[in-house]
């Protein structure tokens, strides 16, 4: 766990969130006046789940004429990831609508963050949030399936039907882009020190049995490690079976137990890559492309990092824009999904995030009007469909008890 | 008493002083123990009804007095919490060693800097434990000022390193906790009467002995608060296994972190909660009874 030297973000959210109103405290009172035998209490702990706000009924939240009674706003509070924006777009962005934009970096991992608004969305509250990003797999199907989402207005983004990648549309995670526009989409794969390793490896079992001990990096969260373990294993990541989970979990413990394996990293593992800790390691497709890029164009200058797509095939995931319930500002949010996907705009941020685009069209931009051909012609940020074929996603899981059970085998791996 | 019977009015006022004074340490106390009831026992009683309970985020959480999430936490995790407790038992002893020397001194040979080496022992403290521990990570990296200097000059293997080891855990441990050993042996140390070892002395006592029979039988309730400010936290730190740690370093604190932002298993985290504090209440009641706490309370 990586913890910035940043403002607390629930500083932040006190600063920004909507004030307490007087029926909210008085509401709150009666709860407390009424919890005094300890029974009382005890029942009040329960945790209320959230599925009844699932189905939306056709004046609800998110519905057409929902969307028709929001009025334009001139603020948008938009949560992201570190270094996952040219910052000038945003400006752009407030020259042609008038939206001020507070830009806030406030994601560092996926299960954190969620573990900081789940509770007030549970509570009823406002996130202090316009538009967030977060993965598929895991993170966004909960929020989906808890109704902590705001159906999207299709009618607010024709850029995206316009120019969106195929891959993009209608992903099986949320169907018909009901909920989700993706942001920027990446891969798993190998990173390593060119200079150091003479010989890199091509696939994970490469890396798993790699000559340099202590100084390999993995992924310690429930989809980087096992899925790309149950690609190399030879097993379909959606069809894979507990029995297959187990077997493809063996060698990964074992060059764990055995001290090739150093440690089990989040977002940290690219400072350990660029300090020595370690020389080769798991590693997203953006931040190998970041490290090595010179600090003049806004890289990390550590020209000796490089990426392999392993050759079984790597894991291709997304990073989505939604929009939380009592967002105080939906139709910036929407104005915003729209802008992203104007391939100008797009191929700004390409050119300067190196992640995979959802807009196909930003390359010629990219490459005759921004002359950059090295990022126009990376299959790392506009890969073809023959290198998309290659990919598997993340493991979307049937249900809750299938979650655990891929946990109970999995978190023991990389938690032990 | 006498002159208070003179007159009615007079007896009066002062039952009215009686009753005042009487009730005067309820009034005083109030504010504690309202603190204490809103921020320490009413989120331990919701901790407590939390882990009994069953279910999941989507469908909420019901209380069903599931004892099972007790027994499921210790038999899937008592691993981490064993490692836990060793880890933190040698990071306290640890900073015992390198405390108990360091606050002798100064109470007994810092002179007017006395003030000046305590804030020097504090300062690093000002700046945030995270950080002090990512300084940590940076300066013991691998091919870092510490080890990559050694390396070059061929004193220490090209594979060698520091972190990612459970040496790198407990020593992170017990630089991060030495302030709260380190301050109440020095109050222990401080408050010792000089005329005893003066006294001590003059009964032909060697030094050694002034220190074995007269300073450290009279600093030991320093020691027991040391011990305990310490240790407490050292079990549950799960800052320094994150960044400090490699593979099977992990401590208890990271399995409830993991289990609570990762799974959102809340009853699985509260439980594990409850079986640590259990098993710290129960070590420190122990150790109270066999060390003799008379003096605690002045430090604690």
Redesign the interface.
């Known amino acids: 766990m990586r913890v910035g030297p940043d403002i607390d973000p629930a500083l932040w959210r006190g600063l920004t969130a909507r004030r307490v109103s007087r029926r909210d405290l008085f509401k709150a009172a009666g709860v407390t006046a009424g919890a005094m035998g300890l029974s009382a209490i005890l029942d009040a702990c329960g945790v209320a789940g959230s599925q009844a706000s699932k189905s939306p009924s056709a004046t609800g939240v998110g519905s057409q004429s929902w969307w028709d009674q929001q009025k334009k706003t001139t603020q948008l509070d938009f949560a992201n990831w570190p270094l996952y924006i040219d910052p000038s777009i945003l400006k752009t962005f407030t020259k042609q609508t008038g939206i001020n934009v507070t830009y806030q970096t406030v994601i560092n991992d996926n299960d954190p963050f969620l573990a900081k608004i789940i509770p007030a969305l549970q509570n009823g509250q406002g996130t202090g949030y316009d538009l967030c990003v977060n993965t598929n797999g895991g993170p966004m199907d909960r929020l989906i399936a808890l109704g902590f989402v705001i159906p999207l207005d299709h009618r607010k983004i024709p850029n995206f039907f316009k120019y969106a990648d195929p891959n993009v549309k209608s992903p099986t995670y949320d169907p018909g882009n009901k909920y989700t526009v993706t942001w920027q989409s990446g891969f798993t794969a190998i990173g390593y020190n060119s200079k150091e390793v003479k010989n890199p490896p091509k696939t994970f079992n490469e890396l798993l049995n790699s000559p340099y001990k202590g100084k390999v990096g993995m992924f310690g969260n429930n989809q980087d490690l096992p899925c790309p373990a149950l690609v190399a294993a030879g097993y379909d990541v959606q069809t894979s079976t507990p029995d297959q989970w187990k077997k493809a979990a063996e060698p990964v413990m074992r060059a764990r137990d055995n001290g090739t394996i150093r440690a089990f990293y989040d977002q940290s593992y690219i400072d350990s890559l660029e300090n020595g800790d370690i020389l080769v390691t798991q590693a997203w497709s953006g931040d190998i492309f970041i490290a090595a890029a010179p600090k003049s164009i806004g890289g990390d200058g550590y020209p000796e990092m490089r990426l392999n797509l392993p050759t079984e095939g790597s894991i291709y995931w997304h990073d989505n824009m939604w929009i939380p319930l009592h967002a105080q500002n939906p139709v910036s949010s929407m104005m915003m999904m729209n802008f992203v996907y104007d391939p100008p705009i797009a191929a700004r941020n390409a050119d300067f995030i190196w992640y995979v685009s959802p807009v196909p069209s930003a390359k010629d931009i990219v490459l005759n009007d921004l002359k950059d051909p090295s990022v126009a012609n990376s299959p790392l940020v506009f890969p073809t469909a023959a290198d998309i074929a290659k990919t598997q996603g993340y493991r979307v899981w049937k249900d809750q008890a299938e979650e655990e059970e891929w946990n109970s085998i999995w978190e023991p791996v990389y938690s032990s | 008493m006498e002159q208070h019977l003179g007159t009615g009015v007079q007896l009066v006022e002062h039952r009215r002083l009686k009753l005042r004074r009487r009730l005067a340490p309820y009034f005083l106390s109030a504010p504690g123990s309202l603190w204490l009831l809103l921020f320490f026992l009413?989120p331990l009683?919701?901790m407590a009804?939390?882990s009994l309970?069953t279910?999941?985020?989507?469908?909420?959480?019901?209380?069903t007095w599931h004892f099972a999430n007790y027994s499921d936490a210790l038999s899937l995790y008592h691993?981490q919490f064993v490692r836990s407790l060793i880890y933190g038992s040698i990071a306290t002893g640890i900073t015992l060693v390198v405390s108990y020397p360091l606050a002798y001194w100064i109470a007994f040979h810092g002179g007017r800097y006395k003030n000046t080496l305590l804030l020097l022992i504090l300062l690093p403290f000002f700046v945030?434990f995270?950080?002090r521990t990512?300084a940590w990570e940076?300066i013991l990296?691998?091919?870092?000022i510490v080890l990559g200097t050694l390396k070059h000059w061929h004193l220490l293997p090209q594979?060698y390193?520091v972190?990612?080891t459970s040496t790198a855990v407990i020593a992170g441990i017990a630089y991060n906790y030495l302030p709260f050993m380190a301050l109440p042996l020095y109050v222990a140390l401080e408050k010792i009467d000089r005329t005893v070892v003066e006294a001590a002395r003059d009964l032909y006592s060697s030094n050694r002995a002034v220190f074995s029979h007269v300073i450290l039988p009279l600093s030991l309730p320093g020691v027991f608060a040391g011990l305990l400010l310490t240790f407490v936290p050292a079990v549950g730190d799960?800052?320094n296994a994150?960044?400090l740690?490699?593979?099977?370093n992990?401590m208890i604190g990271?399995?409830i972190?993991?289990k609570?932002?990762?799974?959102?298993d809340?009853p699985l985290a509260s439980a594990l909660s409850f079986i640590l504090m259990a098993a710290l209440l129960i070590g420190i009641f122990i150790y109270a009874r066999a060390l003799g706490t008379r003096q605690i309370e002045e430090y604690v």
Request: charged share 5%; hydrophobic share 50%; proline share 0%.
């Open positions: 009413l009683v919701f009804s939390v309970q279910g999941n985020l989507l469908q909420g959480f019901r209380m691993v945030t995270v950080i990512l940076f990296s691998d091919q870092g594979n390193h972190l990612a799960y800052v994150a960044i740690g490699g593979t099977n992990v990271n399995i972190q993991l609570y932002l990762q799974d959102f809340y």
